[in-house]
């Protein structure tokens, strides 16, 4: 059993981006720039939006985060995609999500440019992206596939079980993963809350992507022995530790592991693939702007 | 077993879009209007256009077909589409494919439109469809939901196995029988020519769609009793008759036909469904464009 090292895998893309932006900078370009909207003080939030802002500077790549009180309307942040738009200092844009109840969340997705959507969100990078076009493809599924190519692990042919069908992730990740191109070339099938028989559909599985968001859904007796197992769950559950909470992925990982010929672990797997998927489209948009 | 009548239900629907259409001029606005790009003179692709041609007529919308020669330029046709994109007097632009091999369909397919586009072949179509928001469905999922909504089949729950990964049947077929509405609400397995055991796939279907275009792919030992089979496939096979071919679909349908609580006939079943879907599309383009 291996285990999916996403920590040390993004560790290492880390630093060839940060080589590729040196080398874009040295040829007189400005870095790549990433601008970040943040609506109101969700503690969540204020985390995910201060990881991209490090993981951007240890890349080398530039980033504003532009703050709105939670009361702000949806025209003044839509006024305020337009000017990113047009400025032509901005490669990337990213909104961090959830928005407030009284904003629509998918008129400012929209709003932004496709070219600068670098978390693949808007309809025109998710249509790209299933007819198999270049664009942005969403962070999570880009992470896993870089973690399936880091470790080799063989696609086509094999049976990929996605437990979800959220746009972020189960969704694009089983129009991907059925593409033919690696990774990809799998037969897939989608299971999701209204799926009767997901154990019996699990145990089929060559690959499964637990995406369901419920903390250690997938038991050892729905894996079949050999199986790669990918958990992108993360839910924050309550302890009496000092952080107040321990992170839990939807696989139960300890009983799942030793059935399994590759397994990624939470936190350590998915989380810093995705990450890195982000900076990877941001330097991606700044070629795309630059050239 | 219940025969999907394709032919009698696309029937139907034409009669409500008719009336639809007369109600739609009685209040003073002009009849929805498609314009069809035919390049060359290919026979299938004259057949379908002039197909397309009659359907609109029945129901009262206008149409023009724009005829182009095989030596066309990729920029004549982008020329074109401008100009059809620009003119209000028209609603719908579809554009008959396959295109000669100097012509990137794809290029074409992007100039058009997306709210003209009533192929819904358009990136952000496909984009919106997949998130589930309003926008072009390609005709022929459209009309296979049409249908399975007309004999009320149930969906919620049902494990359907797609055959096939296209971008006009197979991969929309598959994200929109996901999507959490009716039909829908699907377990949806996609297999393609890179599933090695698609005989015990499609044994656990509740509904088989088979797109694959292999003509009597589906065998009854493929079958299990009660499943509900929608047979996309339509390839001409040649014969001695006048017509010089016959039409046979991915199913063998005899032998499969006494396993089945429904299933399509070929032709007769998905065909005239398809056709009706892009009235419907024109008729709901020019309600967008006119309103």
Same sequence: chains 1, 2.
Avoid at 73 to 100: C, H, R, S, W
């Amino acid at each position: 059993m291996t285990i999916l090292d996403g920590k040390t895998t993004a560790q290492a893309i880390k630093e060839d981006i940060a080589k590729e932006v040196k080398q874009w900078v040295s040829t007189g370009r400005r870095p790549p720039h990433l601008t970040a909207i943040l609506v109101g003080h969700d503690g969540a939030s204020e985390t995910y939006i201060s990881h991209k802002e490090s993981d951007c500077k240890q890349v080398g790549i530039t980033s504003t985060i532009i703050r709105f009180e939670q009361t702000v309307t949806q025209n003044e942040i839509l006024d305020m995609i337009f000017k990113i738009n047009a400025d032509i200092n901005i490669d990337g844009i990213i909104v961090q999500l959830p928005m407030p109840k009284h904003i629509n969340e998918q008129a400012i997705i929209e709003a932004i440019d496709p070219d600068k959507d670098v978390d693949g969100f808007h309809p025109v990078n998710v249509g790209r992206m299933v007819l198999g076009l270049p664009g942005f493809v969403p962070a999570t599924p880009d992470g896993i596939r870089e973690l399936i190519r880091h470790y080799n692990i063989e696609t086509k042919g094999k049976h990929c079980v996605v437990l979800g069908r959220s746009h972020i992730v189960g969704r694009p990740m089983a129009n991907l993963l059925s593409q033919k191109a690696y990774p990809g070339d799998c037969t897939v099938t989608v299971c999701h809350s209204s799926t009767p028989n997901i154990k019996e559909l699990c145990l089929e599985a060559d690959i499964i992507i637990a995406a369901l968001g419920v903390p250690l859904f997938l038991k050892a007796n729905m894996v079949k022995w050999g199986a790669v197992v990918i958990d992108v769950g993360i839910t924050r559950v309550p302890t009496s530790t000092s952080s107040g909470f321990r992170l839990v992925g939807d696989v139960d990982f300890d009983a799942v592991a030793p059935k399994c010929s590759f397994i990624t672990p939470v936190p350590g797997g998915v989380g810093p693939m995705t990450r890195v998927a982000l900076l990877k489209n941001t330097l991606k948009a700044a070629v795309l702007h630059q050239k």
